[in-house]
Structure formats: structure tokens, C-alpha cells
């Protein structure tokens, strides 16, 4: 492990995670939309049921570009939340002015690394949940919806985190970004799964804490959960008017009065 200081912006980072923990109680529910009412679910994973605080999948990119092409890149000002980890790749290169025609050839090598860099560092992951992720999760699996994960993570670190975060025997299925760098076309591959398990005409809700996962909702016309408890605050969201808006699962919940 490096033992450099925090940069700013890990500085940055940790300050935003703290304001959207320690945010007022709000939610906004669209009337007639039953959000534990819906057949499947399709959850984000960063900044929507966890945060990883060391940044270990983050470092992974510009470690991993570095081991395999010997370019240094920065992730300063590529845009990440909400984001793919394909799409990142491809615009830390660009921003970098690594050349496509040196990049392609080896993008498969690059993932790859990515992967083993967060899989030989998983035990140092210690991940956070945010608030009310497991009551929510229970709370709609005992309602017999089918939950899967559809997350911009490439698939061996996105199971890595639902694994080390204590989730994986809540999720049957999930959708990655590593044959999507288009979150839209993530979700909608993502919502056939739902579909191919729960039925043809499942009820299939996106859940997530960025704008990007309510267009990309939207792209597939899919109803959402957006909460605020990653980088966007619930004013931010209410703007794109998803179906539910709320500062946290645990608001959520609290505010539908879960019966024991
Ligand atoms: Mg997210």
C-alpha cells in the first residue's frame, strides 16, 4: 500500500460522504407509484448500498493502465459517478493522450489487471453500507420481489464488493459494464435479466444515487429509486423527477412505516 498523504480530493471525497450521512430525512414519493410494490429491482452498487472509503477500485485504474502500458494517467476530472468503469478506462486514456490505436489492443489486459489489483486487495476493501441498505433489501425480498445488482463495475470487482459488503445471498442476477460502457445499454440488458427470471411482464425498477442512473432508467422506460446518499444531493435528483426521491434507503423505509 502506498503511504502518500490523502489528496485533495480523497479529502473531498470523504467530506461529501459525511454531508450526505449526516443530511435531513426527505423523501418524495410519486402517488401512485407503490415503490415496494415493483417484481424486480435493479441496485446500484457505489454510492447506492456502499462506499468503498480507501478508494481501492478507483486506484485500481490508474495502477492497472500503468502496469500494462507503462503510461502514468490521473483520474482528476474524468467524470466518474455514475459513470462505467469501460467508459473511465476509456477516458482516463483519452485525457491522458494515450492513442486509441494503443489502447485497444489492450483494454482486455488493462480490465483484467483491474480486477486482480481488487481482488488481491479485497480484505483491505472495508466497505461501508449506507443507511437502511439491508432493512430495504430484506424489506423487498420478503415483499417476493427478484433483486439484482446493475452497477457500472466491472463484474468480478462488483460481485467482489457485494461479497465483501455482506449482500451477495440477497442478489440473483447482475448487470456490468464490462460488454457496456453505456449505462443505458447496461440497464437494459440488465432489465432482460430481470425479465428472463421474474417473467415477461415484470415490473423492473432501477435504483440509484446518480442522474445518470435516473436517464439511463429513463432510456429504458423504467421507473427509479433515486437516493441521495452518494455525490448528488436529493435536490439535485428531485430535479430529473424519478418516481422516488428520498436521502436514504433508511428514509425510505421509515417513512413507509415497515410492519414488523
Ligand atoms: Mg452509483
Not at 462488483?158 to 465483501?164: L, M, R, T
Not at 421474474?198 to 429504458?220: F, H, K, L, S
Request: with cysteine.
Amino acid at each position: 500500500m502506498e503511504t502518500t498523504p490523502p489528496s485533495p480530493e480523497a479529502t473531498t471525497h470523504a467530506a461529501r460522504i459525511q454531508a450526505a450521512l449526516t443530511q435531513p430525512a426527505r423523501v418524495h414519493l410519486e402517488p401512485g407509484f407503490a415503490w415496494d410494490g415493483q417484481d424486480a429491482y435493479l441496485f446500484d452498487i457505489d454510492g447506492t448500498l456502499l462506499r468503498d472509503p480507501n478508494r481501492i477500485h478507483f486506484n485500481s485504474f490508474a495502477s492497472s493502465i500503468q502496469r500494462v502500458t507503462g503510461f502514468e494517467v490521473s483520474l482528476d476530472g474524468v467524470p466518474i459517478h455514475g459513470s462505467t468503469d469501460t467508459a473511465i478506462l476509456r477516458d482516463a486514456c483519452r485525457q491522458a493522450g494515450i492513442p486509441a490505436e494503443v489502447l485497444k489492443p489492450q483494454v482486455e489486459a488493462i480490465l483484467e489487471a483491474m480486477c486482480q489489483r481488487v481482488a488481491e486487495q479485497r480484505h483491505e476493501l472495508k466497505l461501508r453500507l449506507m443507511p437502511g441498505v439491508k432493512d430495504a433489501l430484506r424489506h423487498l425480498a420478503q415483499k417476493g420481489a427478484l433483486l439484482g445488482v446493475a452497477t457500472g463495475n466491472l463484474e468480478t470487482i462488483g460481485w467482489i464488493k457485494i461479497e465483501e459488503a455482506g449482500l451477495r445471498e440477497w442478489f440473483r442476477f447482475g448487470g456490468f459494464s464490462d460488454h457496456f460502457p453505456v449505462r443505458a445499454e447496461l440497464i437494459g440488458n440488465a432489465a432482460r435479466k430481470a425479465r428472463e427470471l421474474a417473467g415477461a411482464d415484470a415490473r423492473v425498477c432501477v435504483v440509484g444515487d446518480t442522474p445518470r442512473d435516473i436517464e439511463a432508467a429513463r432510456a429504458n422506460s423504467l421507473p427509479v429509486i433515486a437516493v441521495a446518499t452518494g455525490n448528488f444531493s436529493f435536490d439535485t435528483l428531485l430535479e430529473l423527477r424519478p418516481e422516488v426521491c428520498a436521502s436514504s434507503l433508511a428514509d425510505l423505509l421509515a417513512q413507509t412505516q415497515v410492519m414488523p
